[in-house]
């Protein structure tokens, strides 16, 4: 069974810019390509996000899956793979069973690329990335990227890390001890 790293798109791979709704609003951090190239090489990864811009009608299927097939091409170019990106299309309000902190996502890819949650993490920006780690039997790492810094007393008992670098950085030495 593989480790996996589940990673929020929004906020921790890319810049937090609202909907994304064209490539040409796709803004990576500068340690992205870096932090997952080092990932990989331990973990299987795997992007997890909402967007709700779908249900609210700002944003179509199609765009979210364009803008995915870029970020997995920007991602490829640069030595890294994906194994999946998933991603719920509901409004919070919507009370469906795929919206993080819900784990139907994470429990399909233990499933399917048969992950073993003991070794695997979550890392996000938001507070339901730690919560949905936790529900999961993970590590969640919340970093103060995207809306990071504005909900950082929203959660607790949690290793928190200035961005994806740094979780990185804090995971492979964990794994390397």
């Given amino acids: 069974m593989s480790a996996a790293l589940f990673l929020d798109r929004d906020g921790t791979i890319i810049k937090d810019v609202g909907d994304v709704k064209y490539i040409t609003h796709v803004k990576f951090y500068d340690f992205t390509f870096e932090a997952l190239q080092r990932a990989q090489k331990f973990f299987k990864l795997f992007i997890i996000t909402n967007q709700p811009g779908i249900s609210k009608?700002?944003?179509?299927?199609?765009?979210?899956?364009?803008?995915?097939?870029?970020?997995?091409?920007?991602?490829?170019?640069?030595?890294?793979?994906?194994?999946?990106?998933?991603?719920?299309?509901?409004?919070?309000?919507?009370?469906?069973?795929?919206?993080?902190?819900?784990?139907?996502?994470?429990?399909?890819?233990?499933?399917?690329?048969?992950?073993?949650?003991?070794?695997?993490?979550?890392?996000?920006?938001?507070?339901?990335?730690?919560?949905?780690?936790?529900?999961?039997?993970?590590q969640g790492i919340y970093v103060l990227t995207g809306h990071g810094k504005k909900h950082r007393k929203e959660v607790n008992n949690v290793v928190v890390k200035k961005n994806l670098y740094y979780a990185v950085d804090y995971i492979v030495k964990s794994v390397q001890v």
């Fill in 57 to 138: 009608n700002i944003l179509t299927h199609n765009d979210v899956v364009s803008v995915h097939d870029f970020i997995k091409n920007e991602l490829s170019m640069n030595g890294i793979t994906i194994e999946e990106i998933y991603y719920c299309p509901h409004a919070k309000e919507d009370n469906c069973q795929c919206r993080k902190p819900n784990t139907f996502f994470i429990d399909e890819a233990v499933v399917k690329h048969k992950i073993n949650v003991n070794k695997s993490y979550v890392i996000g920006d938001h507070p339901s990335d730690v919560m949905l780690a936790k529900r999961c039997g993970m």
